[in-house]
């Protein structure tokens, strides 16, 4: 069960570090559990691994691939192996081991994709990935998922700790806003109604989530009452959630910190075609762009991913 919390102003942890401490509380619960890094370890504080179960900490240097293969390799000796390296590195270079020596031959391997989206900031258009997403819902049996704040990311960490198979999580390593309460519970496959509304259903994930609440709260002193979901498990998509949901509703629109083509907003609109639901629809997410160098902030602002965007989208599709 979760809840949704009253002040969301006030940030959490940094990401990265809730993603290494709740690896080391698996460490302590499951002593196969391993962690694999690509010479990120002060950028992810996965260091904090090192220092507390040194013999079950692999610096894999700048090697993506390998690292991948050699988490492939720890699986098939029992192992669950968490591995991380910015998302593009995760995804597009290391994409011919994650698919054939992880998904196809049926290993397990626990993948953090850092800094997706605009949370890459001044690292630039070269470590920037918009498509990871895309990449990955083509590989069969993938479960990729996109944390909304530490509570959310913390329970995903923990829980991928006890199941096999080749999942993908994307968050910031930086603090984000709050949205759930402590303690909170999920189920992966399933979105979570954060709001109730008549009008608009809006679909989000990951960070965006809480720009979507202000947007909620911004359009519904308009008389504009919106629908929110944050659908944190892109795959499996929640298909009978949208369905019943998107029932009476004047549009849809989907919000996210990736690209339009291949994400979010593609997988609901897959959904609708499958089963020939008609109903006025908008993607909000980057334009068919390449990244580039600024701030979180300016970066978010210069793709069109404010909670702002997102309330003038509504309105025009209104």
């Not at 499958?274 to 160098?293: E, L, S, T, Y």
């Amino acid at each position: 069960m979760f809840t949704v919390r009253e002040n969301r102003n006030d940030l959490g942890k940094d990401l990265c570090v809730v993603v290494a401490d709740s690896i080391i509380d698996s460490m302590k619960e499951n002593d196969k559990v391993i962690a694999l890094e690509a010479d990120l370890g002060g950028a992810s504080k996965s260091t904090r691994i090192k220092e507390a179960f040194p013999e079950r900490y692999v610096q894999c240097g700048i090697a993506e691939a390998n690292m991948m293969g050699i988490a492939a390799g720890l699986s098939v000796k029992g192992f669950i192996p968490f591995v991380h390296t910015f998302a593009p590195f995760t995804t597009r270079r290391a994409l011919d081991q994650l698919y054939l020596s992880g998904a196809y031959a049926k290993n397990t391997i626990n993948i953090y994709g850092s800094d997706p989206g605009f949370t890459v900031a001044a690292n630039g258009g070269t470590h920037t990935s918009f498509e990871d997403m895309a990449i990955l819902r083509a590989i069969p049996e993938v479960t990729i998922v996109d944390a909304a704040d530490d509570t959310q990311l913390e329970w995903i960490v923990k829980t991928f700790a006890t199941m096999e198979g080749i999942h993908y999580f994307r968050a910031n390593r930086k603090p984000v806003r709050n949205v759930y309460e402590k303690g909170s519970t999920f189920t992966f496959g399933k979105g979570n109604i954060l709001k109730k509304g008549d009008d608009v259903l809006i679909i989000t994930c990951g960070q965006l989530v809480s720009d979507a609440l202000d947007c909620q709260e911004t359009l519904a002193k308009e008389g504009i009452h919106c629908e929110l979901i944050d659908m944190f498990t892109i795959k499996p998509l929640d298909t009978a959630l949208i369905l019943s949901e998107i029932e009476g509703k004047k549009a849809l629109v989907t919000f996210e910190n990736h690209s339009v083509i291949g994400g979010l907003g593609s997988a609901v609109a897959e959904v609708l075609s499958d089963h020939n639901v008609h109903i006025p629809m908008k993607r909000i997410g980057v334009q068919d762009r390449f990244g580039q160098v600024g701030t979180a902030d300016y970066l978010q602002k210069a793709f069109g991913l404010t909670a702002q965007d997102l309330a003038q989208a509504i309105r025009s599709l209104l």
